[in-house]
Each structure stands twice: as C-alpha cells, then as structure tokens.
C-alpha cells in the first residue's frame, strides 16, 4: 500500500488548508485512516483519525477546527483545516491501518502557519 499526501503550504494565522491523502496498492482494505504531525524534538501527535464505519477521534488541540473527512471508495483521506494557529506548523503525516498490525505512513506535508 502507498499513501501519497499533498495539500500543504504556508498560511496565515487564522487561515485554512485541506489535506488528501490518497492510497493504492491491490487487495486491501482500511481500517483507521488518520493523520499525525510531527515538529522536530518532540513526539508525533495523533491530529484526527477516522475508522471505515464512520467513527472519529481528534485531538483536543484541534477540536473544532478541524475535520477529517474520506472516500472509501476512493480510499482517501481528507483533512479540512480551519482557523490555523501558528503551533500547527508540522509535517503532517497520512496513516493507513488495515487491522491485523498492518499500517503504513505517507511521505509528509509541511504545513506551516506564519504571518
């Protein structure tokens, strides 16, 4: 499975970006589609997550702010990012979980949010 993300950029506070993630590969079937950041010296944070049933998880940080969004057709991800603050800027990563103690990760977008 390959996840390719894209969509990030530089913005200003209080501004928006969305995210995509997009998955291929042959014969599979995701389970968890999510996104973490990661700022260099400190622990990859969980942003949201999205199961294939519908359910959805966000860190309190982004609450409100944020959606995650996907295509299971598509086996796609999205991620609306709204009201950005500067403490978002971050290499957003794409996550896969097929169940099972499969998972994959994505290449990464920078997001950065400066005036």
């Known amino acids: 499975v390959q996840l390719q993300a894209s969509g990030g950029g530089l913005v200003q506070p209080g501004g928006s970006l969305r995210l995509s993630c997009a998955a291929s590969?042959?014969?599979?079937?995701?389970?968890?589609m999510a996104w973490y950041r990661q700022v260099p010296g400190k622990q990859r944070e969980l942003v949201a997550a999205?199961?294939?049933?519908?359910?959805?998880n966000y860190a309190g940080s982004v609450k409100g702010r944020f959606t995650i969004s996907r295509d299971n057709a598509k086996n796609t991800v999205f991620l609306q990012m709204n009201s950005l603050k500067p403490e978002d800027t971050a290499v957003y990563l794409c996550?896969?979980?097929?169940?099972?103690?499969?998972?994959?990760w994505g290449q990464g977008t920078q997001v950065t949010v400066s005036s």
């Open positions: 996550y896969a979980g097929l169940g099972g103690g499969n998972y994959y």
């Open positions: 999205s199961t294939r049933t519908g359910g959805r």
């Open positions: 590969g042959r014969d599979f079937s995701i389970n968890v």
